[in-house]
Structures are given as C-alpha cells and as structure tokens.
C-alpha cells in the first residue's frame, strides 16, 4: 500500500524523552521524503523537480566469492561535486533552485535516493547463461543530518544525534516490514572515501538478500562469538570513552589504522533493544569519535561508518556495533586498499591497535 502524499506522525521519545515527529512527504517525481524533528514540520512546499527517476539496476551472483552485487549504470551520472549555489541537499528557498527537499527548513530529512541502486519496483534482471541474477529490490535512502551546508556527526550537537537515532530506528523498522533482509545505516565522508556531495549527510541501504559479510557475522554470533566478553577484556586498555554502558574502543583485531567500534556493553540486537541510557550514550560517541578524528588528523577526517544489527527477525546472539573504518593512516597519508587486500580480503595494518589507542585517547 503506497504512503499518503503529505502526513504528520509522532514516533515514541527519543533517549531523552522528548517526542519525535515525523512528517512524511510525496514529491512531484514521486519519491518519498520524511521530515524528522522535536518540532512538527508544517512548511509549504515550494518548487520541485519532476525528473524521471531510475528504479534500480539488478543483482548478479559472483560464483567464487559468493556475493550479490549490484549492477546500476544509471549511477554513472549522479551528481559529483556541485556548486555550493547548487547543493541538491540544502532547503529550497524562494529565490534558489529547486533542491532534494523542497522546505526553506528542516531538522532532518530522509529521502529517496535519485540514484537509487535498489528499489521496490527493481526491473527484471537481463537473462545471462551460467550466471545466477535478481531483481535488485531493496531500498537506497539519503540521511541529511542539518539544513547547514557544513558540519559533522559532532557538530550537529546531541540533540541532532538523539533525533537522528529515532529516524535510524524508524527506518530500520520500516525497512524491515517492507521485505529488506538486512538494513545498513552508513556515513562515506572525506575525499578520500570518495564522497560526492560535502553536505554532512549518510544513507540507509536496504538489502533484498543479507550481504556475505554480514551473514558471516550473524553466523559467528549465532555460534557463540562473545562480543561483550571481548569488550569487557579490552576495556580499559583499549579503551577511549565509556557512556550510559556503550564502550568506544579499538579492537584487537582492527582492520584500519585507529579503527574505532562503539558497542552496548550488554548484548543487543539493534537500536531498538537498547535503554534509553544507552542511546544517549551511544548518540554522544558518535560526535566523540567524530570530534577525536578530526583533531587526531588535524583536519576533517575521511572514514567510512556503519551501523552493524541483526536483519530482520532477529538472530541468536547477535551484537549491535558501529563502526569507524578510517581511510587516513596519517594526516598526509592515506590508507590505500591495494591488491593484496582487494584480492584476498587479507588486510595489512600499519597501525597496531595498541598503537592507536594510546594516540587517539591522547587528543
């Protein structure tokens, strides 16, 4: 059943007990656009694009490595690197050109990605002789995190971060209950991971077939991996922060240089199993981390975040994490993925975890 045009909801509290208000908005090329905020967004609408918009690509099973990627050649054409006159991800105003939200204000914004590699109504894949393919369904989806052009999970301040969680948690929900296997909430940020658009702002992937990764993950969950009891012998000595029972730390095992996870310190499966407390906890690492990064590397940092949960329905066992890969493994040196990493998957780690730590709890 399609979403209405223009609706106003509350979702529950956010971790400090203030309400969350979601208005949810049809646009003119039939996207959709949720407006989350402590205020309940009532602005008119003003001009909009009215674009033809692609509806996925398609999936095809790679036999050696057993994944779904996906295909989308629509994607070569998305906007790379605007005008600041022309940010696609700023409010529309009056006197501007028409933008990705068409309000002269908002607190955040969710929409539809235009360039969308997965989609509910994926075309049907092109028929290849002796390789498997599939429909790409699933969901692509553009976090904008503040109206103003510049500024990070830090800057954005906790109240921003706490909606941000209640907009994390709804779309989790909702992704799921549209079919999504597994939902990937991520931040791409800094030249070097290849970031397109400057506006502070992540997506939402939404996966019709759990990626090998994560299977792997569940699978070691499932099979008695205790990431609680590692957490519990690592901390203090790779430690960095510790708030309301979520832990910020570098794990022994990192794979990046000053890799940083931030995890409940009591196993949960996602967002919405933990406390109040803990979300509070874990909205204030996020700009902790972020703010460490920066001042580590002297200048905004280029790392890759990602939210890991359970998929849909849950799975024994499983560790709610998120995780900061970084792509610099100093202030003028980047961390290149080269071809023995690309090719086996082996990671080569310049910096020891023990390393980090004691740099990065230095800042």
């Not at 890799?259 to 902790?288: C, H, N, Y």
């Not at 590397?297 to 994490?321: D, E, K, N, V």
């Not at 961390?335 to 082996?346: C, I, M, R």
């Amino acid at each position: 059943m399609s979403e209405p045009l223009d609706a106003l909801h509350q979702l529950g509290p956010d971790a400090s007990g203030r309400p969350v208000h979601c208005r949810t908005f049809r646009k003119a090329d039939g996207r959709m656009l949720r407006l989350y905020g402590h205020t309940p967004h009532t602005l008119a609408p003003g001009q909009q694009e009215t674009d033809d918009i692609a509806l996925g690509g398609e999936l095809r099973h790679h036999p050696l490595r057993d994944e779904w990627n996906i295909y989308a050649a629509h994607r070569q054409n998305r906007t790379f690197k605007p005008a600041a006159s022309d940010d696609p991800l700023a409010p529309t105003l009056p006197s501007g050109p028409p933008t990705e939200i068409p309000f002269t204000d908002f607190e955040l914004a969710v929409f539809d990605n235009k360039f969308s590699g997965l989609h509910s109504c994926a075309p049907d894949p092109a028929a290849l002789d002796g390789v498997a393919s599939a429909r790409a369904l699933g969901a692509c989806e553009v976090v904008v995190y503040a109206p103003q052009a510049e500024g990070n999970l830090c800057s954005i301040g906790q109240d921003r971060r706490e909606i941000l969680l209640a907009a994390w948690e709804d779309r989790y929900r909702a992704l799921h209950e549209a079919g999504c296997a597994y939902v990937l909430p991520f931040e791409n940020r800094g030249d070097e991971v290849g970031v397109t658009l400057p506006h502070p702002h992540g997506q939402i992937y939404g996966f019709s077939k759990i990626p090998h990764i994560q299977q792997q993950a569940i699978d070691a969950f499932a099979n008695g991996y205790d990431l609680a009891a590692e957490i519990a012998r690592a901390m203090p000595d790779y430690g960095l922060a510790e708030e309301h029972g979520i832990a910020a730390f570098c794990p022994r095992f990192s794979r990046f240089p000053y890799e940083v996870w931030i995890a409940p310190k009591t196993a949960r499966q996602g967002l919405q199993d933990m406390t109040d407390r803990e979300k509070r906890g874990f909205a204030s690492l996020l700009g902790e981390i972020t703010r460490r990064y920066d001042a580590f590397f002297g200048r905004p940092s280029a790392t890759m975040l990602a939210l890991h949960a359970a998929p849909r329905g849950g799975s024994h066992g499983y560790h709610l994490t998120a995780q900061f890969y970084p792509l610099l493994r100093a202030a003028d040196r980047v961390k290149y993925l080269a071809s023995v990493e690309q090719h086996t998957g082996v990671m080569t780690v310049d910096v020891m975890p023990e390393a980090a730590v004691v740099a990065l709890r230095a800042v």
